[in-house]
């Protein structure tokens, strides 16, 4: 349900004491939850209310009227106080709080102060108590509820009868008091009725009860409920004495201590206390500034340690030690006050842990950030809004600027800003401290330069928090000689690394002082013990990785010399890596190779950059290959293989091709086989302008090859020049290609072979001719399977699926499709996947089995979402928007084809928008709407010579269309109808479209 906007009242509730009470009755307490949980969401839907979120036995719900959820708080008081509890339970006591204001609304969230507020006043109550807010009482005082509750025969009935009549909800007003995280003092109101139990209530639970030193929280806390709730546990726990938080700067450790340290005020009734260490540098300055928290005065003659421990000596304290990471020496020291103060517990914040006994350890990563930067402008906002990071940014943003929020407009750049930004609170919050003056689009621009646009002057903020550099950089200072030295080293690395390649890669002069060098792997555990490195298990190894913002700070600190003997040395190894990855894919196995694939994918790319960047036309040839084959992206298994990729690795061959012609020469081996790559990277489409270049490449191959006279070379040179006339002239495609054949079955390259057949298969396919296309097929199917060739056998497999389908020979097409499937497996390459799903479809619409041609159709979708390839996603928008048509659903068809059309900003013009308005242009002649049908298939045939599309098919099926409709109008008025749309642009006839 959709959350109410505007002024709203937001009540949040718990029950008293719930940790013990699991601790206590186990399982039992299970339905007495159930019970409470009955009762709070009958009451809530009683009185209209929304329930926004739910965690073990706490409520947050919100009212759009402020006497509703006055009257919801008292009756459900009233129920849960006349529920008969099991003995052993006694009476459920629920604390409820509420305030009055208008929330941030972040998806199906409310953010903002007026929550805090709203959290906090239901933090001073107690069990059985409602208070409310200033701001509520001031909306209900001249409008309280008349509640007539019905008494039933219960232990409270017998105390009520002498007043049982009167129904009105009153307001005890209990004065101004201190709030957690709050600056300014409260009014709070209790409420009451006469048929609610007779409970005299302690004071409210305020700050002013315990004594501490907490800072005023100035701004909302932002999610982190996984990383909150464990750290909370880990405090309960009555074993529990040291707590240390550990992460790189900037990840808002500090925040989180002294969140927990405010919820858990309740729990240390001898005072809760934070010390700051981040301006002490020498070890013997630490306990004196705890002491000077606590607000301890030196006592002559004795330690200050052995002064403090005596202090807390059966004192019930927590103590927050913030930035100890340059005083890890004194250690030792919190380690002896400790061992006195038995019923004391710290919270240290650091980023290197104390490596104490009983030490338990907390790493907090960063926020949730979208991961798919491509499809930020296809996904839902609310679900955009989910996000921490987005979260976070919003409501900081939202505070500067009045009216700020999230739109289809802004809600790219800021996804893209959050994930740019890795996450990281501090970076996130810098850069929405510019909202001041720029737009989303603006920020997400200056980024390239992120130590120069993450900066504030912000007096209220710590000088090495007000630039993301001297966050990192007060890490970096921390650091020994040599561990500056490596850690400049891993910048090279691109996506992470595993130990043996940085062994390998990274070099560290001896220590001439001390005569030895440490091992590189001591000093990169260090670097995570220093928490400048993350880590995760990847097939049972550890790989470690730098957030890619302190990857940019350690790159500053590399010497240019420096660099150029370790990026050699990375390309050189990721190179090995690369071949090796190249032929497991190849291989019987290929999905083994998934994994490692992707995580080196990065690192492969970076390597032929730098090749190519060092003009080094050896490595830059010798990445070729694997580029061409899959490693750089691997078009079966990655499935991230779209447009823009397809446009990046084009280019990395274009910069190669004149440095391995200096290099080896233009009429080469070499330099053939680039032009023989390439064209794998232009015929996405079927253009003309795709096909003129990609012959002029193959062409040129073929005279290097006759030249050098190299005929393996000549048939791989053919084959590409035949492929490049497969659109323009398929005749001319065949016979160019069965020359490549006649001379690779010579050359016993059994796997080219099946290529050149496969090829041929499909030729034959486009001529018409089915009998020749199977042929050629089945033989490609039985070299593939006896070379055991999978990605072969996969492929070959949905071809044939596909030749079953033309022939109309349906059972046989889905036996191979399904065969495909199953072949695939579950850690197959997902396009396999998504072709052999999309034939199924065909199948399911053929038939008229529009129920299993939506359900595959809606597994492409989501495959293509997941793979973020926005062209994709818009044929399958399409191909739903088909199924539709065919159904009659028309309304539902529209929408699907303007989902299509909405990305045309994210892939330029593209067919699918062709498609889409085809479709828009049967629709508009079913509804009688003639005009609006002829223009859109007038802007069909503009999308094609746009994009000077050559298939036939296409051109042929627009052609055939625009003649039915002159002839179906008649020639006057389709020739009016088709002037007014070639005066439009494609722009106006998408739009009209979209409108429509």
């Not at 370790?566 to 990721?574: G, N, Q, T």
Request: proline share 4%.
């Amino acid at each position: 349900m959709e959350l109410p906007k505007g002024i709203v009242t937001i009540i949040f509730t718990d029950i008293q004491g719930s940790t013990d009470l699991w601790e206590k009755l186990g399982n039992k307490f299970k339905p007495v939850l159930e019970d409470h949980n009955n009762i709070l969401r009958k009451a809530c839907s009683e009185y209209n209310g929304i329930e926004v979120r739910f965690e073990g036995d706490s409520y947050m719900l919100a009212f759009t009227k402020p006497r509703d959820a006055i009257s919801f708080a008292v009756k459900a008081q009233y129920d849960l106080s006349n529920h008969k509890w099991p003995k052993e339970v006694g009476t459920i006591l629920v604390r409820m709080g509420m305030h009055t204001g208008e929330p941030l609304t972040i998806g199906k969230e409310y953010f903002g102060s007026m929550v805090n507020k709203a959290k906090r006043v239901q933090d001073a109550t107690h069990g059985g108590q409602i208070l409310i807010s200033a701001e509520t009482a001031e909306s209900v005082k001249d409008n309280l509820p008349m509640l007539k509750l019905q008494e039933s025969e219960s232990k409270h009935s017998a105390m009520h009868d002498a007043r049982c009549t009167k129904n009105e909800v009153s307001l005890i007003d209990l004065k101004f008091h201190r709030l957690k995280g709050l600056e300014r003092q409260e009014q709070l109101f209790q409420v009451t009725h006469p048929s609610l139990p007779k409970m005299k209530f302690p004071a409210p639970r305020t700050l002013a009860q315990v004594k501490h030193n907490l800072p005023v929280e100035m701004t909302s806390f932002i999610d982190r409920e996984d990383a909150r709730k464990t750290v909370k546990d880990m405090l309960k726990d009555k074993e529990t004495r040291l707590i240390t938080i550990t992460g790189t700067g900037g990840m808002g450790k500090t925040r989180l201590a002294l969140h927990i340290a405010a919820e858990s005020i309740d729990e240390f009734p001898d005072g809760v206390w934070f010390v700051e260490l981040a301006e002490v540098k020498d070890k013997e300055n630490v306990v004196p500034e705890i002491c000077l928290a606590l607000g301890l005065m030196p006592t002559p003659g004795l330690e200050p340690q052995k002064q403090l421990g005596y202090y807390l000596q059966n004192k019930k304290t927590l103590i927050i030690l913030d930035n100890f990471e340059q005083v890890t020496a004194a250690a030792s020291y919190i380690q002896e006050i400790f061992a006195k103060a038995q019923f004391a517990k710290a919270i240290v914040t650091t980023r290197i842990p104390l490596n104490l006994p009983g030490e338990i350890l907390y790493e907090l990563s960063p926020l949730s950030a979208p991961i798919q930067p491509l499809a930020f402008s296809i996904q839902h906002l609310a679900d955009l809004s989910q996000y921490a990071s987005v979260m976070l940014f919003l409501e900081r943003a939202s505070r500067l600027k009045q009216g700020f929020k999230m739109t289809k407009e802004n809600s790219s750049a800021i996804a893209s800003i959050c994930t740019t930004l890795e996450g990281i609170p501090l970076a996130i919050e810098l850069a929405s401290s510019k909202i001041k003056y720029m737009t989303p689009q603006e920020i997400q621009v200056q980024l390239i330069d992120k130590f120069k646009v993450l900066s504030t002057p912000s007096p209220g903020i710590s000088p090495r928090h007000q630039k993301l550099y001297n966050t990192i950089d007060w890490s970096y200072q921390l650091l020994t000689e040599q561990e500056k030295q490596l850690f400049a080293q891993l910048s090279v690395f691109s996506g992470g690394f595993f130990l043996e390649a940085a062994q390998e890669i990274c070099q560290l002069p001896e220590n001439v002082a001390q005569g030895f060098s440490p091992a590189v792997s001591e000093l990169i555990y260090s670097l995570k013990d220093k928490s400048l490195l993350s880590t995760k298990e990847v097939l049972g190894k550890t790989r470690f990785s730098m957030l890619e913002i302190v990857r940019e700070y350690a790159k500053s600190k590399l010497k240019k010399e420096e660099l150029k003997i370790i990026a050699e040395r990375h390309a050189k190894y990721f190179l090995k890596a690369a071949i090796e990855y190249c032929g497991g894919l190849e291989g019987p196995e290929p999905e083994k190779y998934i994994v490692p694939v992707k995580e080196e994918v990065e690192n492969v790319r970076a390597g032929m950059d730098w090749a190519i960047n060092d003009k080094n036309g050896e490595l830059a040839f010798g990445y070729a290959e694997p580029l061409t084959k899959g490693v750089l992206s691997d078009y079966y298994y990655l499935g991230d293989d779209g447009v823009s990729l397809m446009k990046e690795k084009r280019q990395r061959l274009e910069r190669a091709l004149p440095i391995i012609e200096q290099t080896y020469g233009e009429c080469s081996y070499q330099v053939a086989e680039i032009k023989c790559l390439l064209p794998s990277f232009y015929i996405t489409y079927g253009f003309k302008h795709e096909y003129d270049k990609v012959q002029q490449l193959t062409k040129e191959a073929v005279e290097i090859a006759q030249k050098i006279d190299d005929k393996p070379l000549l048939a791989r040179a053919l084959f590409c020049f035949g492929r490049s006339f497969f659109k323009p002239d398929p005749l001319r495609a065949k016979e160019l290609v069965e020359k490549s054949l006649s001379i690779s079955k010579y050359q016993q390259d059994k796997r080219f072979t099946s290529r050149i057949l496969y090829m041929l298969s499909v030729i034959s396919d486009s001529l018409g001719d089915t009998k020749s296309a199977r042929e050629y097929a089945q033989e490609s199917m039985k070299i593939v399977e006896e070379i055991k060739w999978k990605i072969g056998v996969l492929g070959s497999l949905q071809h044939c699926g596909w030749i079953e389908f033309v022939a109309g020979n349906f059972n046989e097409a889905e036996k191979l499709y399904k065969r495909a499937l199953t072949l695939n497996g579950d850690d197959g390459g997902k396009l396999t996947i998504r072709e052999s799903l999309k034939g199924l479809c065909r199948i399911a619409m053929a038939q008229k089995k529009y129920i299993e041609a939506r359900k595959f159709s809606e597994q492409v979708l989501q495959q293509d979402l997941e793979a973020n390839v926005p062209f994709r996603v818009g044929w399958s928008f399409c191909s739903l928007g088909r199924i539709s048509y065919a159904e009659h659903k028309y309304e539902e068809a529209k929408r699907f084809f303007k989902q299509a059309l909405q990305l045309i900003p994210e892939t330029n013009l593209h067919p699918f928008a062709g498609d889409s308005l085809y479709n828009f242009g049967l629709m508009a002649w079913e509804s009688e709407e003639k005009e609006k049908a002829v223009i859109f298939q007038v802007g069909v045939d503009k999308i094609w010579k746009e994009l000077q599309v050559i298939d036939s098919s296409k051109l042929k099926g627009i052609a055939n269309e625009l003649a039915r409709l002159e002839k179906e109008m008649g020639k006057e008025a389709f020739e009016k109808a088709k002037a007014k749309a070639e005066a439009m642009s494609i722009d106006e006839i998408v739009k009209l479209a979209l409108e429509d």
